[in-house]
Every structure is written in C-alpha cells, then in structure tokens.
C-alpha cells in the first residue's frame, strides 16, 4: 500500500531540546510539505520541498530547519528557538506543482509534540 | 494574498437532513481548490479538487461544486460516519495550500 508514515505518532520534550519529527512517503511524489495545526486554526506552511537537496521556507519557518536528501523523505526539526512548538504537525506529498496548476496533497497521520 | 474563510463553524444535522457548507476564498490566480475531511486526531483525508468556475464533483453522498468566489460542499441525505471537520483549501499565488479554518460537522441518528 503507497502512503504516508509519520512518527512518532505522540512525542513529549523538554523546554530547550531540539526534536526531529520523520516523514517518510512511498507515493512517488516529487514535492513534499510541513503543516502545523492549531486548535481553531487553518493548517499553516511550515517548509515545503519540491526536488530533491532543495527546500522553500513557508509562512512560519522561524524555529524549523529540515532536509531533503532522498526523494522519499523529509524530517522536520523543530528546534529550541521555535517559542510555541506544542501543536499537530502533519506531512503531505504531491505529485508535483506546475506555474498554472496544483495537485491534491496526500496527508500523513500526524504527529503531536507536546513541550514543557 | 489567498485567503479562505469557510462556514458555518460548526453545524449539527439529523441522519438525511441535507445540508450545504461554504468555503469563500480570494487568491491571485487559483490553481485548484480542494476539500479534505478530517476526523479527530488524525490526518486530512483528500476528497475533491476543483479547478475552473462550473466544475463540479461527486462521491458518494457528497458532491463539490466551483464558482469564481465560492465552494459549495453539499452532503444529501448524511448519515453518523459523515461526522468530522471538512476543511478547504486553495492553491493560489501562495507556495503551499491556504486552508480555512474547517467546517464541524455532527449527524445525529
């Protein structure tokens, strides 16, 4: 079955620690992304990548790094600089993205980081 | 810049009472405007894409439409699994996908 892992599904740090969070996908996709959701919030960018050894920063990267070194994965770190990094964090894959038209992203099942 | 506001927040329907959900959105140029649901704790499920004004799509007891400002997400005759959060989302100037901040959806046997 193609799909989308995340893991781990539940993750508690400590206040000062950086954390990667691991998103794997065997779709075959080129481009890959980071979201954040908050509660009452809309999903926000966090990273996005669409080749391999490249990456765009989103609207909220401040506090994020993350690496795209194979096709099939893209680890996001959320670091010690991120002031809120308590939230759902979700990984999506799409084919690929042209100037004049967008592909449906697939989802993962998420992680959730607490920190205290 | 894309923006999405989608509505109503929250809307309680008995089992076969039909209804409709709106997602309003501005972009500059839209690429595709989707519609996901989500259950509780767990990732979008992808639904629909839309690109053009006219457009419509079907599944199931869920059928999206597209107009140049607005999408409509109708539900006929909804049962207690079409329970969850719709949320939708354009691609538009933006570099990843907009989303609005979702639809909860409860059907009451």
């Known amino acids: 079955d193609g799909g989308i892992t995340q893991s781990p599904k539940y993750l508690f740090r400590k206040e000062g620690q950086n954390v990667t969070l691991s998103c794997e996908q065997n779709?075959?996709?080129?481009?890959m992304y980071w979201y954040r959701q908050d509660p009452g919030q809309g999903l926000r960018l966090i990273y996005y990548s669409q080749i391999v050894n490249d990456f765009q920063k989103g609207d909220i990267a401040e506090g994020y790094s993350v690496s795209r070194e194979k096709k099939e994965s893209f680890p996001l770190t959320v670091t010690s600089a991120q002031k809120n990094p308590t939230a759902f964090y979700l990984c999506a894959s799409s084919i690929f993205v042209l100037r004049t038209i967008s592909y449906e992203q697939y989802f993962g099942p998420g992680t959730r980081l607490t920190v205290t | 810049e894309d923006q999405v506001t989608q509505s109503p927040e929250a809307l309680r329907l008995q089992e076969g009472e039909s209804s409709s959900l709106n997602c309003s959105y501005t972009v500059s140029g839209l690429r595709g405007l989707f519609w996901y649901r989500q259950d509780p704790g767990k990732g979008p499920e992808f639904l629909f894409t839309?690109?053009?004004a006219g457009e419509e799509k079907e599944k199931e007891r869920l059928k999206a439409t597209l107009t140049k400002k607005e999408s409509f997400l109708h539900i006929t005759a909804p049962k207690p699994e079409d329970s969850a959060t719709y949320l939708c989302a354009v691609h538009g100037g933006a570099d990843g996908l907009t989303f609005g901040k979702g639809t909860h959806l409860i059907i009451q046997p």
């Open positions: 779709l075959n996709h080129d481009a």
């Open positions: 839309l690109y053009s």
